[in-house]
């Protein structure tokens, strides 16, 4: 089945910089990539996502790169803000006979010092 | 449009007894698929419902069961509760079948004493 792998597990950044997650898959015929963002006591939040056939989106300071050759995609957010500590996590879905099923990442806990 | 909405959000059971967790999907979404979220396994798929059809099922034993109504509310069933079990279960709606975007509902926190 789909395995997929998230570093860091834990990032600390100085409020204002970027920070830049990322995530490899190992089943190709994955081909839908959401990030979730989930906060403390709070059910995950979709906050950005990506199908196999682009390779780049972005929204406000999130964006989202996917390289399907390698097997990989990166969350990239700019210019941190304190409300965006939480814990991200990114996951890959197959659809078809998969359905809905999504295979998370082991999550990172995103740190933003003021 | 209101969000998911899962009940109850906390829980409190013993090993051996069993449990009945429910969840109300976005209004007009039709899959609504439960995970298991733990410190040690993360966030683990358990079975996915769409029309009333389970359509996926994630690596639990079979204590581990569920359904979906005509009005696309789901309900997941634990049966012999073990300490293991403790866990935040999470409820995600989708408007339809097939990598579509997933909408997470609070969870249901169950602790097995």
């Known amino acids: 089945g789909e395995n997929v792998e998230q570093h860091p597990s834990t990032l600390s950044v100085q409020e204002g910089d970027s920070a830049v997650i990322k995530c490899t898959y190992s089943d190709s015929a994955s081909n839908y990539f959401p990030w979730y963002k989930q906060e403390l006591g709070k059910g995950p939040q979709l906050i950005i996502d990506i199908r196999s056939n682009v390779g780049e989106k972005k929204d406000q300071r999130i964006a989202v790169t996917l390289n399907k050759t390698a097997k990989h995609f990166s969350l990239h957010i700019t210019e941190t803000q304190p409300e965006d500590s939480a814990v991200y996590f990114c996951?890959?879905?197959?659809?078809?006979?998969?359905?809905?099923?999504?295979?998370f990442g082991g999550g990172t806990r995103v740190l933003v010092k003021p | 449009k209101a969000g998911v909405t899962q009940t109850p959000r906390y829980l409190i059971k013993t090993r051996g007894q069993q449990v009945t967790l429910s969840c109300s999907p976005i209004?007009?979404?039709?899959?609504v698929s439960w995970y298991q979220q733990t410190p040690g396994q993360g966030l683990q798929f358990l079975f996915e419902y769409f029309s009333e059809t389970q359509r996926n099922k994630g690596n639990f034993p079979g204590r581990f069961s569920g359904r979906q109504f005509s009005n696309s509310r789901s309900e997941m069933n634990v049966s012999t509760l073990e300490l293991g079990d403790s866990a935040l279960y999470l409820c995600?709606?989708?408007?339809?079948?097939?990598?579509?975007?997933?909408?997470f509902g609070p969870g249901t926190r169950l602790t097995v004493t």
């Open positions: 996951a890959a879905s197959m659809g078809g006979a998969a359905g809905n099923k999504l295979t």
């Open positions: 209004s007009g979404h039709r899959s």
């Open positions: 995600a709606s989708s408007p339809g079948q097939g990598a579509h975007e997933q909408y």
